[in-house]
C-alpha cells in the first residue's frame, strides 16, 4: 500500500491546482500589500515632514505678522508724535492715512476724515484754495507752499505745505504724500521779534542820536577852550602862564580827538557809520596823508617814508575820508610808540578784477614794539597792551578797533607783526571799485613825461625803503637808475660812470645821511671837475627846506621835500630835465585847447544854463564849459531868472545850485518839471551842483525832478562827466562826440618849491586845486585866485557881522556862500566855515565867536598864500 503511494504519483486534482493558485496569488497580494504598506509609511513620513514645515511656516507668519503689527504701531507713534501733519491721499483725492496732528488740526476724530475725500476734512474754503496746489501734486510735480487757512472749526492756521507724488514703475501718479507744518506760533514769533526789533533800532538810534548829539555839545565848548588857549598864547605870557597855557591846549586837543573816537565808535557800534561812494585818486590819497603826518614824524626826529607801487591803478571809488582815518590812526600810533629810526609806509597792490582791486597798505615802525601774548587784544575796543600805556602815551585804545572794524567795511582785514624792542607792522587790505568811467584821463603821472625818459639816475640815501622807493618809481619812467647808500659810495659811481663814457645826468641827494651829508656831497661833486656837470637834486624835510639858499649855494638845480610824492618826483625831474620847458608854456590869453580838442566837439556847441550865485564858482564853471570845452555859457545868480530865460530862450543843459536867493535849486527845477511850467522846454536836463554832500540829498534832487548830481567844490573831470553822461543818456550828444578834455599840462615846479614851504599843512593843496579844480590850467587857476582875493574880505565880514547880530539865518547862509568861495582852495577853510554853517543851522549860537576868529585867521592866511601862489604863477608864465 505504501509502495503503491510511492509509486503511483497521483495527478494534481483540480482542487490542488486551486489552492496552488491561490497560495500564488495570496503570496501575491501579500507581497502587493507589503508594497502598499511601505508607500504607506513613505506618504505618513512625508505627510509628517509636510505638517512640520507647515507648523513651522505658520508660526513664522504669526511671528511677521507680530512684527508687522509692532512696526506699524511704531510707525504709528512715530507719525502720530510728529508736531507736522502727515497724509496719504490716493489719486481720488481719499485721504489712506492720516497722522493723530490731524485730529488737532480738524478738531474731530481721525475715523470721521480717513477714507473720506479730502475736501470733507479740510472744508470747501480750504479746499479750493489748495486745489491748484493739489492738482499739481497729482500730475507728479513735488509743491510747496505757505498759506493761511480757516478750518471748519473755525480755528486760522499759518502753515507751510509739502506734497510728494506717489509714482509707479511706469512714472503714473498713485496719489501723493502730504505733509503740512504749522507755522501760526512761528509768525507770532516772527511777529513779536520784528516789533522787538524796531523798538531795540528805534532805541539804539535814540542812543546813537544822544552819543551824537552830546559829542556835538563837548564839541563845541572845546573847540571854544582850544580856540581861546590859542588866542591866549598868541599875547604875551610870561613862561610859566605860558607852559600853563600849553597844557591847556594838549589837554584840550586830546580831549576832542577822544571824543571824535568815541563818536566814531559809538557810531559804529550802533551799525550807523556812513560809508561815502566818491572817485577819488587812491595813490594821492595814501601819499597826501603820508605828507600831513610826516610833520608829526619829524618834530620826533624819525624819518617817515612812503612808498605807492606806481603799478596801483589811480581812480577807484570808494570812500577816501574813511581810508584817512585809518591811516593816520597806524602812523599816529607807530610815530607815538617809536623814539627813534623810521617810519615806513608801503602801498601795494594786492589784486585786481576788471573792476575792483586790493591793496595792501603797511605801516612799519621801528619801535617798542608789542608782546605775542598782548597782539590778539590789540583790536578790540578800549584795549592798550598795558595799563602803563595810558599813563606814558596817553590814548583810549579804540584807535585800532575803530580802524578794525573800518577795514572790515572796506572789505579787508588788518593784522600786525611785531618784535619787542624792534618795532611793528601793522597791515591792511581794502577793496575798491575802479573807477573805469569812459573817456577820463589817466591823471597820475600827468602823462609820463617823454623828455626825462632814458635819464640816468643816481639816488643816495640810507633808506633802504626809498632807494626801493625809487628804483621802482624811475623804472616806471623807464629812467635807468642805480642807488647808493651813502656819499663815498656815491661818488665812486660817479666816476666810474664818467670813466665807462655812461655819465649819470642826475644824482637825488638824501639830505640827513650819516658821515657824509647831502650838502656836504654835494659840494665834493661840484669841485671835481669829472663828475661836476651832473645835476644835482636835493631831497629835504620839511623843516629843512628852511635851507634853501644853502641847497642853492651848494649847486642843487632843484629839492623835493620828504616824504616825496609821485606826482613830485616827475614834475622835478621833467622840469629840471627841460628848463626851456618853462619859457615854452602856452600863452595864458590863448584858450586852453589841447590836442584833444575835437573839432566836433565845437561843432556841437551846447547851450548852457548856469545857475549859481557864488562868483568863484560861477567864474569857474564858465571857465571849464566856455574856454576849455567851447559851449555857449549863459549865467544867472537865482532860480527866478533861470526860469525867466528858459521861457524864451533855447537851452540844452541846466546847471543848477540848490541854495540860492530868491528861489533855491529844489523850488525850481520843480517849477520846471511842473504841469504849469512856462519854460520851453520842461523836460531839459537838469543837474544839480550842491555844498550839501549829505546823505539824502542826492535822492532829494532826483525826487525834485533833476537828472544828476555833482557835488561842491566843483571837479572839473566830474563835471565833464556829468555834462556827457546827461547828454548822451538823452540823445542830445553822441557820447564819443563829447571828449571830456584833457588838462592841460600841469605848470612847472619852478615857483612852487618857495611857496610850499610856506604853507601850513591842510590850508592849501596846491596839486590837487590845480588838478581837480583848475583842470590843471595856471589861467584858470589864476581867475579863481582872483575872484577870490576881489570877494573873501566881503564874504568874510558878512559872516562877522551875523555873528555880531547874534543871527543864526544869516549865519546859516553866509557861511554857506563863505564855504562854497573857499571850498575849491582849501579843506580846511571849507571844514572851519562848515562849522558855522552848521551852528547857525542850529540855532545855538554859543561857540560861533570862536568859529569865527579860528575861520578869519585860516581866511587871511589863506589869501596870503593864494596872493603868493598868483605871483608865482605869473612869474612861471611870463616869458
Ligand atoms: P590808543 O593808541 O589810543 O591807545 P589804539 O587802539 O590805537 O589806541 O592802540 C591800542 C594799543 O596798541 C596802544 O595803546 C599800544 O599799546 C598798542 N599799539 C598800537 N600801535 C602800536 C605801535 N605801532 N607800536 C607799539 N604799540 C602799539
Known sequence: METHRHNIKPEPDEKDLKIRQLTHEYKKLQQELELTNQGMIALHHELTQKATLLEKENEARKKAEKRLIKSRDQLRLITDSLPVLIGYLDKNMICRFMNKAWEEWYGTDLSTVLNKKFSQGIGTHGFNKMRPYLDRALSGRPVRHEDTLQFPNGVKRVFTAHYIPHLDDARRCLGFVILLENITQMKFMEQDLRTAKDQAEAASLAKSEFVANMSHEIRTPMNGIIGMTDLLLATALDDTQKRYAQVVKQSGDALLSLINDILDFSKIEAGRLDFEKLPFDLKTAIEDTAELQSLKAESKNLELACMVDPGLPDQVIGDPGRLRQVLVNLIGNAIKFTHEGQIDIIAVLEGQTDSYLKVRITVKDTGIGIPSNRREQLFLAFSQVDASTTRKYGGTGLG?????????????????????????????????????????????????????????????????????????????????????????????????????????????????????????????????????????????????????????????????????????????????????????????????????????????????????????????????????????????????????????????????????????????????????????????????????????????????????????????????????????????????????????????????????????????????????????????????????????????????????????????????????????????????????????????????????????????????VLTEYATELERDDTP
Not at 446 to 458: A, E, M
Not at 507 to 532: F, H, Q, S, T
Not at 713 to 732: H, M, T
Request: include cysteine; aromatic fraction near 6%; glycine fraction near 6%.
Open 400 to 864: 585800532l578797533a575803530i580802524s578794525k572794524r573800518l577795514v572790515e567795511m572796506m572789505g579787508g582785514d588788518i593784522q600786525v607783526d611785531s618784535v619787542v624792542n624792534q618795532g611793528s607792522s601793522f597791515h591792511f587790505t581794502a577793496v575798491y571799485e575802479k573807477n573805469n568811467a569812459p573817456n577820463k584821463p589817466d591823471k597820475s603821472p600827468p602823462s609820463v613825461p617823454r623828455k626825462i625818459q632814458g635819464k640816468r639816475i643816481l639816488v643816495v640815501d640810507d633808506n633802504p625803503l626809498l632807494r626801493d622807493m625809487f628804483r621802482s618809481y624811475l623804472a616806471f619812467l623807464e629812467c635807468p637808475c642805480d642807488v647808493s647808500e651813502n656819499g663815498h659810495e656815491a661818488l665812486l659811481k660817479l666816476k666810474t660812470a664818467c670813466r665807462e663814457n655812461n655819465p649819470f645826468h642826475i644824482i637825488m641827494i638824501d639830505y640827513v645821511m650819516p658821515k657824509m651829508d647831502g650838502i656836504a656831497l654835494a659840494r665834493e661833486i661840484r669841485n671835481d671837475k669829472e663828475i661836476g656837470s651832473v645835476q644835482l637834486v636835493l631831497m629835504a624835510s620839511q623843516s629843512q627846506v628852511g635851507d634853501a639858499a644853502l641847497a642853492q649855494e651848494s649847486g642843487f638845480s632843484a629839492y623835493l621835500t620828504k616824504p616825496v610824492k609821485r606826482v613830485s618826483l616827475f614834475e622835478c625831474l621833467e622840469q629840471i630835465s627841460n628848463p626851456a620847458s618853462q619859457t615854452a608854456r602856452p600863452d595864458g590869453d590863448v584858450p586852453l585847447t589841447t590836442r584833444h580838442t575835437l573839432s566836433e566837439f565845437s561843432e556841437k556847441k551846447l547851450n548852457i544854463l548856469v545857475a549859481e550865485d557864488n562868483p568863484i564858482n560861477q567864474e569857474l564853471a564858465y571857465e571849464l564849459l566856455h574856454t576849455v570845452a567851447g559851449h555857449h555859457v549863459t549865467m544867472v545868480d537865482n532860480g527866478g531868472d533861470a526860469i525867466t530865460f528858459l521861457e524864451s530862450n533855447p537851452c540844452d543843459l541846466v546847471l543848477m545850485d540848490i541854495q540860492m536867493p530868491v528861489l533855491d535849486g529844489l523850488s525850481t527845477t520843480r517849477l520846471i518839471r511842473g504841469k504849469d511850467s512856462t519854460v520851453k522846454n520842461p523836460r531839459i536836463p537838469i543837474i544839480a551842483m550842491t555844498a550839501h554832500a549829505m546823505k539824502g540829498d542826492k535822492e532829494k534832487c532826483l525826487a525834485a525832478g533833476m537828472d544828476g548830481y555833482l557835488p561842491k567844490p566843483i571837479q572839473a573831470e566830474e563835471l565833464f562827466s556829468s555834462v556827457l553822461k546827461i547828454l548822451s543818456e538823452r540823445g542830445i550828444i553822441k557820447s564819443d562826440a563829447f571828449a571830456i578834455p584833457e588838462p592841460e599840462h600841469p605848470v612847472s615846479t619852478k615857483g612852487v618849491k618857495t611857496v610850499e614851504a610856506k604853507i601850513p599843512g591842510g590850508l592849501f593843496d596846491k596839486q590837487s586845486f590845480l588838478s581837480l579844480h583848475a583842470h590843471n590850467s595856471p589861467r584858470i587857476a589864476m581867475k579863481l585866485i582872483e575872484m577870490f582875493l576881489k570877494h573873501y574880505a566881503n564874504a568874510l565880514a558878512d559872516v562877522a557881522a551875523a555873528v555880531e547880530q547874534k543871527d543864526p539865518k544869516a549865519l546859516n547862509s553866509k557861511a554857506h556862500f563863505l564855504k562854497g568861495m573857499v571850498g575849491n582852495f582849501s579843506q580846511l577853510a571849507h571844514d572851519q566855515a562848515l562849522v558855522l554853517e552848521q551852528i547857525g543851522g542850529s540855532k545855538d549860537l554859543s561857540g560861533s565867536r570862536e568859529s569865527l576868529s579860528q575861520l578869519s585867521r585860516t581866511v587871511e592866511q589863506l589869501a596870503w
